[in-house]
């Protein structure tokens, strides 16, 4: 499973929008990047999924360039309920049996 | 939809005694779920995959007779943790694969595990 790299952590404002990037430099041909949120003392939440180009939907989008190495979450226009962990991973979902490897993760911090 | 439960959502134990967690996809079937151990202010660690009707798959360094998986229908898989220590108080959290769908996982909210 490929390795990610983020930022510990971010901090922002509210009504911002928020790009968070995580580079994924081994990233394989059959692997997908997929972001959750997790708030404190609570399960992580799916965001969103890509494999190339550019994903969005009503929550987030997310910004892959031609060579996969990278990917960036958008979130527009936050608000104070977007203060969470945000976790990149890449991965097969078909390979490994569909388990997934949680890196360190992006604490983002909204402040009003 | 795709809704996963956990059972309790907290639980404080004395030492030495044995605790189970349950997990359950509330309206879909699962036939692989996973386990996963968070300690304050770190990542998930994925702790083993629980398939139904076969015995789970532990990840290095899990040990697998202190944490029994057990996964008897397509909607339930229980985690024990046995003979409980200090050292194992963590959130533990699982997930559910949806029958067919690898491509998304749904975690559920959480198990806080307090050993005195």
């Known amino acids: 499973l490929a390795k990610t790299t983020q930022p510990i952590s971010m901090d922002s404002y509210e009504g911002q929008e928020v790009n968070i990037t995580c580079s994924h430099n081994?990233?394989?041909?059959?692997?997908?990047i997929t972001w959750y949120q997790q708030f404190p003392s609570q399960g992580p939440r799916f965001i969103i999924q890509g494999y190339k180009t550019k994903v969005t939907n009503e929550v987030a989008s997310l910004f892959i360039p031609a060579d996969r190495k990278s990917s960036t979450l958008s979130l527009p226009r936050v608000s104070l309920s977007d203060t969470a962990v945000y976790y990149c991973l890449v991965g097969d979902p078909r390979a490994e049996g569909g388990k997934l490897i949680f890196g360190q993760g992006t604490e983002l911090s909204v402040k009003p | 939809g795709a809704v996963v439960s956990q059972h309790p959502s907290r639980v404080i134990c004395k030492s030495g005694t044995s605790v189970k967690i349950e997990c359950r996809s509330l309206d879909f079937q699962a036939t692989t779920m996973f386990w996963y151990r968070q300690f304050p202010k770190q990542s998930l660690m994925l702790m083993a995959t629980s398939n139904e009707g076969s015995k789970a798959t532990y990840e290095q360094g899990v040990e697998k007779d202190k944490f029994l998986i057990n996964h008897a229908s397509l909607t339930l898989s229980t985690l024990t943790v046995t003979s409980a220590h200090p050292e194992d108080s963590s959130f533990y959290i699982c997930s559910a694969e949806l029958a067919g769908d690898q491509e998304t996982q749904y975690f559920g909210p959480g198990t806080r595990l307090l050993v005195l």
């Open positions: 081994n990233i394989a041909t059959n692997d997908y």
